[in-house]
């Protein structure tokens, strides 16, 4: 008899135990929940400089940062880029995030040099650019954070996500698609091929989806319809994730996320920031993209696509989303496009159009013969040029540049 109580009072032990160990880790739970800001104090995403203070209000700023690399493309390239640039910033107080894009081709100054150049280009100056015992790609996407920073006006940046499109495509398998109204049809060869994906509301599975958030055709709006999409598939993916029904596909997305996704937090602080996003009104996420000139420029002889940003609109958003006055950008010295070398011929030859009337013509300048009376036949509308396809090893140009406009306020 004297076991059996024995037993029965070690077998009630345990049990007030497991239930202490809940209680203790729900109320732990809830606090972190309720007040992150207290795990995230005092980090920042990597050794700050001089002037540049730690999380000390209740923003945190995050860097995400999406690279070209696939398996198909490590056959024939050797070093990547980050082709979307977003930062996320998330009040841990009132609950808002805003989600900044910066466009790719942003011409900036590269941070650590007197060299200006497109903004994911920064990655390979910091590749090549190594210590001796550095981790190049570590290397790398320390010098785009840095170079985030100071385009942004020395905000701080407090942590990072990278993924490359292979492990976005994972992801999104693992959590059985991603539902998103599709505007328009997205089709290959720059939006002049097959349909990829069809307009209408549908769930898009991996491959799908990095179809349609990758597209840059200008009857999808370009390379800036292209961040307004990543944004918009970024909500819809995290709203749809942390629904009610989405709960039970998280440990199927941790496992996705833990394989495929780098990243500077920490286990506890993705703890913190996965309840966190379970208070966030995902209707009142406010996405803005970076704008301004697209021109062309002579880089090594060739001509290459750079935005040049619009420095009163970048004021204003860095205002609005971050709450800060931040000072001017000295304005980008940009050389201008190649200039064809004229031959020969086109440096001597006389337009008749341009000399004036009764100036006698030389020796060396016969008189030009009068132009023969037009064909009927011949004064149909001249058929336009065939388009030809783009050059894959260049960036193709938009059709327009879009003006500076307001940000929008609703759909990102």
Not at 56 to 70: A, E, H, P, Q
Not at 288 to 304: A, C, H, M, P
């Amino acid at each position: 008899m004297a076991r059996k109580r024995r037993k029965k009072r070690k077998g009630s032990f345990l049990k007030k135990l497991l239930l202490f160990i809940c209680a203790i880790s729900i109320i732990a739970l809830l606090l972190i929940g309720y007040f992150p800001e207290r795990v995230f104090t005092g980090r920042l995403a990597i050794s700050p400089d001089e002037g540049v203070d730690y999380l000390k209000g209740n923003t945190l700023n995050i860097v995400l940062l999406g690279f070209d690399r696939s398996a198909d493309r490590e056959e024939h390239m050797s070093l990547f880029r980050p082709d979307t640039i977003m930062v996320a910033a998330v009040d841990l107080s009132s609950h808002q995030v805003s989600l900044v894009s910066i466009p790719r081709d942003s011409y900036v100054r590269i941070s650590g040099s007197d060299t200006d150049d497109k903004i994911n280009h920064s990655y390979m100056y910091g590749y090549y650019r190594k210590a001796e015992g550095e981790n190049r790609h570590q290397s790398g996407v320390d010098t785009v954070i840095r170079t985030v920073e100071d385009f942004l006006g020395s905000i701080p940046i407090h942590a990072y996500l990278v993924v490359d499109m292979d492990g976005a495509k994972e992801i999104v398998d693992a959590v059985g698609g991603v539902v998103i109204d599709v505007e328009n049809d997205v089709r290959s060869n720059y939006g002049r091929g097959d349909i990829q994906v069809a307009a209408g509301r549908q769930r898009l599975d991996g491959s799908a989806f990095m179809q349609y958030v990758r597209s840059r055709a200008d009857n999808l709006g370009g390379e800036r319809g292209r961040t307004q999409r990543q944004q918009k598939a970024l909500i819809a993916l995290f709203s749809q994730l942390l629904s009610p029904r989405g709960i039970f596909s998280l440990p199927t997305f941790y496992r996705a996320v833990d394989s495929n996704i780098e990243t500077s937090f920490h286990i506890l602080e993705l703890l913190a920031l996965g309840l966190f996003g379970f208070r966030v009104d995902y209707d009142r996420i406010e996405g803005y993209v970076f704008t301004g000139e697209g021109k062309l420029s002579n880089r090594d002889g060739n001509n290459i696509y750079y935005l040049v940003i619009d420095d009163d609109y970048r004021l204003e958003i860095i205002k609005q989303v971050f709450g800060l006055l931040v000072e001017r950008l000295d304005p980008p010295y940009l050389p201008g496009p190649v200039a064809p070398e004229p031959s020969p011929e086109e440096e001597t030859e006389i337009i008749p159009e341009l000399i004036p009337e009764g100036l006698p013509l030389t020796e060396e300048q016969p008189e030009p013969l009068p132009d023969p009376e037009p064909d009927p036949e011949e004064e149909s509308e001249p058929e336009s040029e065939p388009e030809l396809p783009p050059d894959p090893g260049v960036d193709p140009l938009p059709d327009e540049i879009p003006p500076v406009e307001e940000a929008p306020a609703e759909d990102s």
